[in-house]
């Protein structure tokens, strides 16, 4: 099976679970929780100098960003993929933050 039709399939699981837990926050305080899958296409261009011939890259990506909120902390996570004609890419990036005061206006947080 390719990493492409993986992908895919683990987007869509998340998107059920997601879906089977999804709270919209209509009152204060109330936690919610995202997911949202997202597609695009890459397109690069690198050149070697000296009239060397350029080389283009290009592909599409696809991607899962996720989002628990609390008015007190956030977690979250943004991962993708993409396979492009010379290379592969892929990023990961998982982040937390804890907000101290949640009443205040400016309020300070620590995040990860």
């Known amino acids: ?4 039709k993986v992908f895919l399939a683990l987007i869509l699981v ?5 879906l089977s837990r999804l709270a919209f926050a209509t009152e ?3 936690a919610v929780f995202l997911v949202s899958p997202f597609y695009g296409g890459l397109n690069s261009e690198a050149s070697g100098g000296s009239g060397a011939a350029a ?3 290009r592909g599409p990506l696809y991607g899962l960003n996720m989002l628990y909120a609390r008015p007190d902390f956030s977690i ?3 991962g993708h993929y993409s396979k ?3 290379s592969t890419e892929n990023g990961y ?3 937390l933050t804890y907000y101290f005061q949640q009443n205040k206006v400016i309020q ?3 995040g990860f």
């Open 84 to 86: 492009l004609n010379f």
């Open 28 to 30: 204060p305080g109330k």
């Open 55 to 57: 080389i283009i890259d």
């Open 93 to 95: 990036l998982f982040y």
């Open 1 to 4: 099976m390719s990493k492409e």
């Open 76 to 78: 979250g996570s943004i």
């Open 108 to 110: 300070p947080m620590l």
């Open 14 to 18: 998340f998107i059920a679970s997601g």
